[in-house]
């Protein structure tokens, strides 16, 4: 018991320690460093890509606005299928070729969008491009799954500080060409994206195949969690499409991810429709977001590893999304000044719950799975934030921010409810599963 208590202190320890001492030395070892350098590079085009493509597509293809809509509309839900596709052959097939694929392909569908022009051409290019982006987040989580074993927690935190520098230099980056405005600044940005993947790939390539390892489940005081007697693996075996229990905790990811559409849609929205605080303040929310995620993910993360951990961070998603929506649903009533506090202490409240959930919804989708299905059962996991960033913005749009305040405070209420029924949902489920095979014996020689 002592070495479960131990381990998470020790864990909390790590987390204390900064970025660069961190990254120096990962979980994984080189495996994990040579993979957070392409995936910092990859999320740098990610972020010139997301600042210029809508103007790439508006003043150099020439498209219209209700065009280019549809256009991303159907990218999107084509993206909802790259998750489970990739968990399906990554249960076949070794990940790292296949994430070198996913580099490659879009690296393929991003040149043919520079010599595509029109809407047809480009519907199914952007789509296979969005397919190909999801499968790759995926393949990339399952390649830190199995590489930092127990400390994934640990990795996924590291990962997401990197990824969310290197976004922010991309977007930095594409200010400046954005500035120029001309088509061969935009057809510049578009190309740096492509070469990002080039050399991802070439770094993922560098790499070698990581090892499936065993993963402890661990009893709130830290022993191994043993399946009540008589009882058997909830498990079924037809995958994770027929697996109720999994696939009702993908369900609840769902709403369960609205972070995400709540920053990047619902403030600057509402900030601009309903409040009297100044437009400028709306780059402020993705300044908030971003700083707060590199200094404080790891330490966060730190504080969310094993099922205990975990389950708890469920519920304090829950409480700060609530809190979120209360601010939200204020800033109304307030001046300028007051709408201009409220909204940037829900930038910040909201950031938090990114950070619980971005932890405790990946730990979840691993310790829920079985070992021997489990890249198959991570894809069909990975689909809970494609389908939320698809209907996500339409929810808030056409329903939250349309019922006024109390939109928002009906959404807060409705998502810490959600949280307390996934909590409860995943603790039965993690004393259902079976016991993990003990690594003495998983590592004893054959004869």
């Not at 740098?44 to 219209?64: E, H, M, R």
Request: proline share 6%; glycine share 10%.
């Amino acid at each position: 018991m002592r070495r479960g208590n131990g381990s998470g202190e020790s864990g909390i320890r790590k987390g204390r320690q900064g970025l660069p001492a961190r990254l120096r030395n990962p979980p994984g070892g080189r495996n994990a460093r040579v993979m957070l350098l392409a995936l910092a590079l990859d999320r740098t085009g990610s972020g010139l890509w997301a600042a210029s493509s809508v103007l790439y597509l508006t003043f150099v293809t020439q498209l219209s606005a209700p065009q280019i809509g549809v256009l991303l509309g159907v990218a999107g839900v084509a993206g909802i299928a790259g998750s489970p596709l990739a968990g399906r052959l990554a249960g076949r097939f070794p990940v790292r070729p296949l994430l070198i694929g996913c580099h490659l392909l879009r690296l393929v569908t991003l040149v043919l969008v520079l010599v595509c022009s029109g809407f047809e051409a480009l519907l199914p290019v952007i789509a296979v491009t969005y397919l190909g982006d999801r499968a790759a987040k995926m393949l990339e989580m399952l390649f830190a799954t199995r590489t930092a074993g127990e400390q994934r927690a640990a990795y996924q935190a590291l990962s997401r500080s990197v990824a969310n520098g290197g976004y922010a230099v991309g977007a930095g980056i594409a200010a400046m060409g954005l500035a120029v405005g001309t088509s061969d600044a935009y057809r510049a940005l578009i190309l740096g994206n492509a070469l990002s993947f080039v050399v991802a790939a070439a770094l993922v390539w560098r790499t070698s195949e990581p090892r499936d390892k065993a993963i402890e489940v661990a009893r709130s005081d830290g022993s191994a969690a043993l399946a009540p007697a008589g009882k058997r693996s909830p498990v079924r075996r037809g995958g994770p499409w027929r697996d109720r229990g999994y696939l009702t905790f993908v369900l609840l990811d769902i709403p369960m991810s609205l972070d995400d559409s709540i920053l990047n849609v619902g403030l600057p929205l509402w900030l601009v429709n309903r409040t009297s605080a100044p437009h400028a303040l709306a780059p402020a929310f993705l300044i908030i977001n971003t700083v707060t995620v590199v200094v404080l993910q790891i330490s966060v993360s730190a504080r969310a590893e094993g099922p205990r951990r975990a389950t708890r961070a469920v519920l304090l998603y829950g409480a700060m999304m609530f809190v979120c929506c209360a601010f939200l649903a204020v800033a109304t009533s307030g001046g300028t000044w007051v709408a201009t506090a409220v909204l940037l202490a829900a930038a910040l409240v909201v950031t938090m719950a990114e950070l619980m959930r971005s932890v405790s919804s990946w730990e979840l989708a691993v310790l829920l799975a079985p070992e021997d299905a489990r890249a198959a059962y991570l894809g069909v996991a990975g689909m809970s934030q494609s389908i939320q960033k698809s209907a996500g913005p339409p929810l808030l749009t056409g329903a939250v921010m349309a019922a006024g305040p109390a939109g928002w405070l009906v959404l807060g209420a409705l998502v810490a409810g959600l949280s307390v029924v996934q909590r409860r949902a995943c603790t039965r489920r993690l004393r259902t599963l079976p016991p993990p095979v003990p690594k003495r014996a998983a590592a004893a020689p054959t004869s």
